[in-house]
C-alpha cells in the first residue's frame, strides 16, 4: 500500500490570541481536511474585532517577505496560497510580492476579501481596502466573498433581505468579470429559513449551491471556517459541489453546537466539536485517494 504526497496550503491571516477565527481557525480546519497549513501571519491582535474592544493590534507586514523568501530558500512548494484577514491596502501588495516569490506553476491562489459585512466595512477599512482586495481578486483562481464584500466590489446595491436569483446571478456575473476562475459566494439566502453558498466556476458555467437552516443573530468565525474548509477540499481535488455542501455542512454544525452549549458569540462558534464528524466526511470524498495499492 501506498499514501500520495499530502498537499500544502500556505494561509496568509492574522493571529487573534482569542477568538476562533483566521489563523487559529484555518491551521485546525486545514489540518482535518488532510492538507498541510503553514502560516504567513498579517497581524497580531489580542482578540478579534468582533464583540471585543480595546484589543492590541501589532501590524507583521515586514516579516511577510523574509517568510517566503525562507520558505524558497528552503524549496517549500505550495499547492495554495489561502488569504483572508489583512492589516492594511498598502500589506496587500505586500501579499501579491510574497506570492509571486513562493508560487510555482502547480500553485492555486484563493482569496477571501475579509473587510464587510452585514452591509458595512469592518472598522479601520474603506473604499481603498475594497479597491485592493479587487486587485487580489483579478489574480485569484478562487475567491470566497460573502454577500456584503461582493456588493462592495462589483458596485451592486447590498441586499439584506431574502436574494432572488437574479440577485445572485447578477452578484455572480459581476465577480466573474474581476476574477476568472471559481466563485464561492457565501451568506446567500434564497429562501425563507435558509442561508448558505453559491459556488460557481466561470470557466465552465458549473453552479452549486448549499444551504443550512437560519440560525438568527450574529456568528463570528463562520467565514473563515467555509472558506477554510472550502480552500483546502478544493485544492485536495474534490468537486465544486461537495466541497460546497462539505464545508456548509461544517459550518452548520458549528453554529449548531454553539447555540446548544450556549457559548458566548463573541467567542466564535464551536468548530472543535464539529470536527469529528468533519473528519469522517472528508475521509469518505477520499477514500480511494488516501491509500492505494501500490
Known amino acids: 500500500m501506498t499514501l500520495k504526497e499530502t498537499k500544502r496550503i500556505a494561509a496568509v491571516h492574522d493571529i487573534s490570541g482569542m477568538g476562533r477565527c483566521s489563523l487559529t481557525m484555518a491551521l485546525p480546519v486545514i489540518s482535518a481536511s488532510g492538507v498541510e497549513c503553514s502560516c504567513l501571519p498579517t497581524a497580531l491582535l489580542s482578540t478579534h474585532t468582533g464583540g ?26 505550495f499547492d495554495g496560497v489561502y488569504s483572508g484577514y489583512l492589516a492594511s491596502a498598502a500589506q496587500a501588495e505586500l501579499l501579491k510580492e510574497a ?94 429559513g435558509s442561508i448558505g453558498a453559491v459556488a460557481y466556476d466561470t470557466r465552465t458555467g458549473e453552479k452549486h ?51 446548544m452549549r450556549e457559548t458566548p458569540r463573541r467567542n466564535g462558534v464551536d468548530f472543535e466539536g464539529a470536527l469529528p464528524k468533519y473528519i469522517l466526511q472528508v475521509a469518505k470524498l477520499f477514500a480511494e485517494d488516501d491509500i492505494s495499492d501500490a
Open 99 to 192: 506570492i509571486s516569490i513562493i508560487r510555482t506553476d502547480k500553485t492555486r491562489i484563493i482569496v477571501d476579501p475579509v473587510m464587510a459585512d452585514n452591509g458595512s466595512y469592518y472598522s479601520s477599512f474603506g473604499d481603498d481596502m475594497c479597491e485592493a482586495f479587487k486587485r487580489l481578486c483579478a489574480e485569484a483562481d478562487i475567491i470566497t466573498p460573502n454577500i456584503t464584500e461582493a456588493a462592495l466590489m462589483t458596485g451592486v446595491a447590498y441586499e439584506d433581505r431574502l436574494h432572488s436569483r437574479d440577485y445572485i446571478n447578477t452578484l455572480l456575473e459581476k465577480l466573474g468579470e474581476i476574477c476568472h476562475g471559481v466563485i464561492a459566494l457565501t451568506g446567500v439566502r434564497p429562501e425563507k
Open 209 to 259: 449551491i448549499a444551504v443550512r437552516p437560519v440560525r438568527e443573530g450574529t456568528f463570528h468565525g463562520t467565514g473563515d471556517l467555509f472558506a477554510s474548509a472550502f480552500s483546502a477540499l478544493t485544492i485536495r481535488g474534490a468537486s465544486l459541489k461537495d466541497s460546497t455542501e462539505t464545508a456548509i455542512m461544517l459550518v452548520g454544525e458549528s453554529i449548531d453546537r454553539t447555540v
Open 52 to 77: 471585543f474592544t480595546n484589543f492590541t493590534f501589532k501590524d507583521l507586514s515586514e516579516e511577510m517577505l523574509p517568510i517566503a523568501r525562507h520558505w524558497r530558500q528552503v524549496g517549500a512548494e
